[in-house]
């Protein structure tokens, strides 16, 4: 049985698609990269749980952003750790930069409430004493 989809849903997602497409438009900009960008954040949006509509859509608009911006990071990133007969596109690399972006900054932010305990993970990662 399929799930029903309100109106203002399907409007958000139409809405959101347009805004990807005419962003792609300007020049100077790789459709591939706001394409994989878009499908970055909806990746995120769809896998995050327990947080409001209003905060889903700001979360969405960071992880577009951070997709655009970070593209040639994760593809570099991606190109570090694949096989090297594996081929990897600006487009792939806004995938993933936009999907573990936001994530990684929600982490690293509930980590500031004890940096002590990071900064002693970050030297000794096996949790053995010195």
């Known amino acids: 049985m399929a799930e029903p989809v309100s109106v203002t849903t399907g409007t958000l997602a139409n809405t959101s698609l347009l805004a990807a497409v005419v962003v792609s438009l300007f020049p100077g900009i790789d459709a591939g990269i706001v394409m994989g960008a878009f499908a970055g954040a909806v990746v995120f949006i769809l896998s995050a749980k327990d947080i409001s509509n209003l905060g889903k859509a700001g979360y969405f608009v960071v992880a577009f952003i951070a997709g655009m911006a ?4 994760g593809t570099s990133l991606l190109v570090w750790l694949l096989p090297s007969h594996i081929a990897v596109t600006p ?6 930069t936009a999907a573990v972006s936001v994530k990684l900054l929600l982490w690293l932010i509930g980590q500031a409430s004890n940096p002590l305990a990071l900064l002693g993970r970050l030297r000794n990662p096996k949790g053995g004493a010195e």
């Open 91 to 96: 487009s792939v690399g806004a995938v993933i």
């Open 70 to 73: 970070g593209a040639a990071t």
